[in-house]
């Protein structure tokens, strides 16, 4: 059972002072007019190009090793659009974190709820497949408003944060589960609850097995995938948040449940949720989570891709 943070007096010790300031501000600038916040986050985004040089050869890397087949020049633009939407995800978290439920729905469209509702109506459980976008907070936010359910997630090393993240994320949702704890996925879905699990980041070789995801022939995929959809049986849908230009908002995507997906064994598994991944990415490439290093964990004896 995943016991969640709470709030005690430990939380404010001065060693934390200097991020509650933080937090404080955040929250103050999100209050600002999202027009404001969308022109602000890009310039935010270009400044983090010029600091954060690792994380740029990082993503910059992972374009080059997924799409070896665009020129350079465009995937320089990529990177660039990439950085700006690194920018603008800082205040995408505040809005997930601090708006109302009317603000948030105000600048979101929606798209595909009846593919949550035909799978509750045939009494599957959800296994609701979600992808590394940095608009990956307030997908969550705005999903939680329309159909409430339980996400996974990494325990943050710090408390103020640990506690933070919880806090936004139960704003619309009805439970978080620590991701090492299989059992209470399980359970959940085989209540028939909505599992928000996000199956495209490289968690180590001990939870991974190699599949295929874009170009890269071998990449790190998590083999829980394969349990769960094989001992609960769920509907396997797909959903992403992209935001869209213009200052025009965002709009919630959610695709028909997946069909067929092999269980012959946790590879194919892989494989198969790594094209749904894909072809999510592909809706709003340079909103995705590029300067993660996806691809530091090699299979015995390959040297590392970065």
Not at 78 to 107: Q, Y
Not at 171 to 188: P, W, Y
Not at 240 to 269: C, F, H
């Amino acid at each position: 059972m995943t016991i969640l943070p709470k709030f005690t007096r430990q939380l404010l010790h001065p060693r934390y002072f200097l991020l509650w300031c933080g937090i404080g501000a955040l929250y103050l600038v999100v209050q600002l007019p999202y027009k404001f916040l969308n022109t602000l986050g890009p310039l935010v985004g270009r400044l983090a190009m010029k600091v954060m040089t690792d994380r740029v050869y990082v993503a910059a890397r992972n374009l080059h090793l997924c799409f070896p087949e665009k020129s350079e020049q465009e995937r320089e633009k990529l990177l660039k659009e990439n950085f700006e939407s690194v920018g603008m995800a800082l205040f995408e978290t505040g809005m997930a974190w601090f708006w109302s439920d009317a603000r948030v729905k105000k600048h979101f469209s929606v798209t595909g709820l009846e593919h949550i509702s035909k799978a509750q109506q045939e009494g599957k459980g959800v296994l609701l497949l979600g992808v590394h976008f940095l608009t990956l907070e307030l997908g969550a936010r705005i999903f939680g408003i329309y159909n409430p359910g339980i996400g996974v997630y990494r325990p943050n090393n710090n408390p103020v944060i640990d506690w933070l993240q919880t806090y936004g994320r139960m704003r619309s949702n009805k439970d978080m589960i620590n991701r090492r704890d299989v059992k209470g996925m399980l359970r959940a879905l085989k209540k028939g609850d909505i599992l928000w699990y996000a199956p495209d980041h490289d968690y180590g070789p001990k939870s991974s097995v190699f599949a295929p995801f874009f170009a890269v022939e071998q990449a790190a995929s998590t083999k829980g995938s394969y349990m769960l959809i094989r001992m609960s049986q769920p509907a396997v849908i797909p959903f992403l948040a992209r935001r869209l230009p213009g200052n025009k908002g965002y709009e919630m995507v959610i695709l028909p449940a997946a069909e067929d997906i092999p269980l012959d064994s946790d590879i194919n598994t892989a494989t198969a949720l790594n094209k749904l991944v894909e072809q999510c990415v592909m809706m709003a490439p340079e909103q995705y989570m590029w300067l993660h290093r996806r691809f530091k964990t090699r299979p015995p004896g390959e040297p590392s891709m970065y």
